[in-house]
């Protein structure tokens, strides 16, 4: 049974602070890994995907990492701001009898102190 | 904004009453997924939907919930006899048919509170 464990579960930086959140999960054959944003009482936002087959994607301040043989990602955040507090969930993608399911962890709350 | 709607944003009902949650997609998206998430956890899978057709339900999917998708577009989450273990956010994705991504764009979800 796959199983998504994000660490740390909060964790609070001064602004301009680059900053590593941590996913990783027990099944490595997962067919992608997404990166959401969620902020308090909503829904998620899409930050990055990566496909099985790659090893890291890029957009603007953040990156993201895979490893999938280790069970590895990482979310790599440059100079954050204050705007960046929010929930960060990491959610694995594989198949399941009816076709596909994801898997989420349970979030890194980030506090960015201004 | 990711062009997934749900409404009503919040729901705030009395134990034993039953409830009704909507969510539209995005046009081109096939694939709809229904979650549910309490304080402090990730969203965990209730059901998924191609098309019309319910492919896969969780076992968090009790009998006192249905969900359904009548013609490929909208979908419903029913919830009868409610019980304050349903409190929850309530959220939907969907999914581009044609495309390998298969990213997930999120409804705003609905909360649901019961008294």
């Known amino acids: 049974k796959q199983e998504v464990t994000q660490i740390p579960a909060a964790l609070s930086v001064p602004e301009g602070e680059n900053l590593v959140l941590n996913c990783s999960f027990t099944?490595?054959?997962?067919?992608?890994l997404q990166w959401f944003r969620q902020d308090p009482g909503k829904g998620l936002t899409s930050l990055l995907l990566i496909q099985s087959s790659q090893r890291e994607q890029t957009s603007g301040r953040l990156n993201a990492s895979l490893d999938k043989s280790s069970g590895r990602s990482t979310l790599y955040i440059a100079a954050s701001q204050p705007g960046d507090s929010a929930t960060y969930l990491c959610a694995v993608r594989q198949g399941s009898t009816g076709g596909f399911k994801t898997i989420f962890g349970a979030g890194t709350r980030l506090f960015v102190k201004a | 904004d990711t062009g997934v709607s749900q409404d009503p944003r919040h729901k705030i009902t009395k134990r034993g009453q039953n409830v009704t949650f909507r969510c539209d997609p995005i046009s081109e998206h096939n694939r709809l997924y229904w979650y549910r998430q309490t304080l402090g956890q990730g969203p965990e899978f209730l059901t998924y939907?191609?098309?019309?057709?319910?492919?896969?339900k969780s076992r968090l999917l009790s009998d006192r919930f249905s969900a359904e998708r009548p013609k490929g577009s909208f979908s419903t989450l029913e919830i009868q006899r409610t019980e304050q273990g349903d409190s929850a956010m309530y959220l939907c994705?969907?999914?581009?048919?044609?495309?390998?991504?298969?990213?997930?764009?999120f409804g705003p979800g609905t909360r649901l509170t019961v008294t």
């Open positions: 994705a969907t999914v581009r048919g044609d495309t390998h991504s298969y990213e997930q764009y």
């Open positions: 099944d490595s054959a997962i067919y992608n």
């Open positions: 939907f191609q098309n019309e057709a319910q492919l896969e």
